[in-house]
């Protein structure tokens, strides 16, 4: 797909709600598609437009790169989108205005999310939170970054893309909002709602330099530029992980403590819901 400076294709347009005016981009794409949200998806909200622009085939992580690098110019944030047979592909997907991630906060989800499920959990399972037990810790303290999250991010798209990984573009100003513009329902088992999702991840972008790399059908891979690097730091972070994706914990180590041993001075953090 040969693009003019200045000017993106009509299918690439269509994805802005002003029609992409004075966005560009200069990348050359591979052929593809985009893809509309099923009406049944989309919780009584009509989308106008389509929700994301998804390639045939499988890219390469200097492609991410370049578009990630053209971003400020194009107004569309890359995607490593694991495999084309997925639900998105079909439209089940329940895309979201990026405005909305405002009303939720990274601390007000993870304080909720621990008060509900103490509520009902058993004092062994309670014992799996220590050192923090029934009580929200809140956030963790920003981490020291180790290099530029975009270096980051353009390594562990590299990283990805060798799966053989196709390209999704998503018309966002960030990462973070593309999960709830695109309609992503990865997590839904866990929050059937991407948008408080968003939230916590443009958190993590801020304290962290996290950058949103690849999605899954029920995964969701981010570069971390500035990963905690003690084991009092780490732990703190893995509460934060607990209440975004419990699975990854429970079905994984089990506890907070050995989870943090896991991503200590990690600079990809990946996560999976049942």
């Not at 053209?70 to 329940?94: D, N, R």
């Not at 180790?146 to 798209?157: E, L, Q, R, S």
């Not at 891979?221 to 893995?238: C, D, K, Y």
Request: charged share 20%.
């Amino acid at each position: 797909m040969p693009v003019r400076k200045g000017l993106l294709p009509p299918e690439l347009r269509e994805l802005f709600a002003d029609d992409g005016v004075r966005r560009e981009l200069t990348v050359e794409l591979p052929p593809g598609v985009t893809v509309w949200p099923d009406p049944t998806f989309e919780r009584g909200r009509p989308h106008r437009r389509p929700a994301f622009w998804l390639s045939d085939e499988p890219v390469s992580g200097e492609l991410w790169s370049r578009l990630r690098a053209e971003h400020p110019a194009s107004g569309l944030w890359p995607l490593l989108l694991e495999e084309s047979v997925q639900p998105w592909s079909v439209g089940q997907i329940a895309p979201d205005d990026a405005d909305r991630i405002d009303l939720f906060h990274a601390q007000a989800f993870m304080d909720e999310v621990w008060a509900d499920w103490v509520e009902t959990a058993s004092h062994d399972q309670i014992g799996n939170l220590e050192p923090f037990g029934p009580v929200s810790p809140g956030l963790a303290e920003p981490g020291v970054p180790v290099a530029h999250p975009d270096v980051v991010a353009d390594w562990y798209a590299r990283e990805l893309a060798r799966n053989g990984t196709p390209l999704g573009l998503v018309a966002a100003d960030r990462g973070a909002d593309a999960l709830a513009v695109m309609g992503w329902q990865g997590a839904v088992n866990h929050n059937e709602w991407a948008v408080p999702m968003a939230a916590v991840v443009r958190s993590w972008e801020e304290r962290f330099g996290a950058r949103v790399v690849g999605v899954g059908f029920n995964t969701l891979e981010l570069s971390v530029a500035a990963p905690p690097t003690t084991s009092l730091h780490a732990v703190h972070v893995a509460a934060e992980h607990w209440t975004f994706c419990p699975d990854t914990i429970v079905q994984g180590p089990g506890t907070l403590e050995d989870y943090a041993e896991l991503i200590k001075g990690r600079n990809a953090w990946s996560f999976w819901w049942d």
